[in-house]
């Protein structure tokens, strides 16, 4: 069974929410990016608190992610469940996620083997 084990938020504070979330339920930091984004865990979920780019990019839920067991695997059950289904490798730079994809309402997910750090 894949595990929900990334979410990912926009912000325009990344700094001020890991703050909030480090404070208020004791999350760790596991890793900042160049671009300001900074990634939080419970041990188990990793949390992408990630720097918002302008008013184009609303706050709130960006994406969520699925650890899989086989890409292959869940790549071909995607594919038998929506034969339309557009699977994308990540853009460069991007170092947990290996392909993203919509669900059937157009709500961004992740799907990767490796995880995410936690």
Do not use: C
């Not at 900074?38 to 650890?67: M, P, R």
């Not at 695997?73 to 034969?83: D, F, T, W």
């Amino acid at each position: 069974m894949a595990r929900i084990r990334h979410i990912a938020l926009y912000s325009d504070d990344p700094e001020k929410e890991a703050t909030f979330y480090r404070q208020a339920f004791g999350l760790k930091e596991v890793r900042r990016s160049e671009s300001g984004s900074i990634f939080l865990s419970d041990g188990y979920i990793n949390i992408a608190l990630l720097k918002s780019k302008g008013e184009s990019e609303a706050k709130g839920l960006h994406h969520f992610g699925f650890q899989v067991e086989s890409i292959t695997a869940a790549q071909e059950r995607l594919r038998q469940i929506k034969p339309d289904i557009e699977i994308l490798a990540p853009h460069e730079g991007v170092t947990f996620a290996e392909y993203k994809l919509k669900d059937p309402d157009g709500n961004p997910f992740d799907i990767s083997e490796k995880g995410w750090a936690v």
